[in-house]
DNA sequence: CTTGACAATGGACAATTGTTCACCTATATA
DNA sequence: TATATAGGTGAACAATTGTCCATTGTCAAG
């Protein structure tokens, strides 16, 4: 997609705040008005320009109806005070050894927020969002872009862990079976992969996947 | 509060269910062509019941702009200026025939909510989950219990879409081929299944998957 | 130098949309 | 019986609002 010129976002994001703060579109001449514009036109300009890039659509002739797209994605969002139930999670795009110890913030590549109950978290303190990177756990139905919420703590058998291989960390299905040792196996039949562990390699448990579509 | 006849409540209903749908308020005239009322001051009426028992606020004059006041309703937390916007959307087990004219609120089995911008959200108000019932999806990696994040729209060839198939909620492959009409697949090798469809049974597009593990 | 984008002015016009007045029919209530 | 409230028709009017025309200027790319 284009790129938007810095008058085209400030328009947008009027709008969008408008929208948000009063629970109705702005008319164009409130645009006019909020960006000292002398004439009309001058919105109709930066409107048809937004329509023809796709961030925005309108239903011609109808006043104040919009509708804005956006599929970019902007900024680190923080937390709202009163969002009770809700888990805000960085999303690490990879994880250092000496997480969760230590926290390195360059992995962090987002945040994601997902209500408590409905994903079936139980703690909120240091739960982390990972996405997949390859198909090591296609058999698991969990593909390359996935973002997988992690809860640090202790795997069980038939586990599906975040794990740090060659200092990197990774997606594996944790099997222990009684009087042997612990393994990681990633889940795709064309690679088989098998992986001795340690203990302390196991980043967590994976809570839930959440894909973009 | 005092109460509101039979017909204040559909008005009001339906004002609200416009606006979550569409993404704007209605216009009087649309309220009043979706009552078959034969006059615009029909609407008027009722809506100056609603102001007065101060569930609908608007701005005199100015088009398509209500508030609506529901204490018993979830509020949308407000937002600061420079907030994260949270979607706080409903979770459908299933959404009955004649859904979007009318609302099964015993549809509603739980509360999702999701950072627009790492989902990639456009507007939070329309946007709503559905919980994933068969198999009917599975060669586009979303299957039975999962939770799929639908925006009201219009559907593109290649979307997958939650369409309205005998009196249910169903979620397809949305196929538009130039100068064809549309019509669904199911994304099941072994069901391939395809349906005619109207327009008007195609409920959304679906934008994410959220999979509890 | 020309071309195309971006940005904006100024004015006019037409469609959408909200508002109001007069009037009608019920139904319930004091 | 009066009288208020809910619900509605019909038509006209005015304000809001979207749209379009012609024109100006800047700036970067070809």
Redesign the pocket.
Known sequence: M?EL????QEILTFIEHHEWRNGY??????I?DK?????????????R?LE??EVLE????????FRINRPDAPEIPSMPEDATEVVDIPVMGDIAAGYPDRVEPAGEIGRLQIDIQNAGFSSRRRTFALQVRGESMVDAEIYDGDMVIIEPRDAKDGDIVAALIDGETTLKRYIKKAGEPPYLKAENKFYPELYPISELSVQGVAKAVVRSL
């Open positions: 284009k010129t810095t008058r085209q579109w702005p008319s164009i001449r409130e006019q960006f000292g514009f002398k004439s009309t036109n001058a919105v109709m300009g930066h409107l320009a023809k890039k309108r239903i011609p002739g109808q006043a104040r109806t």
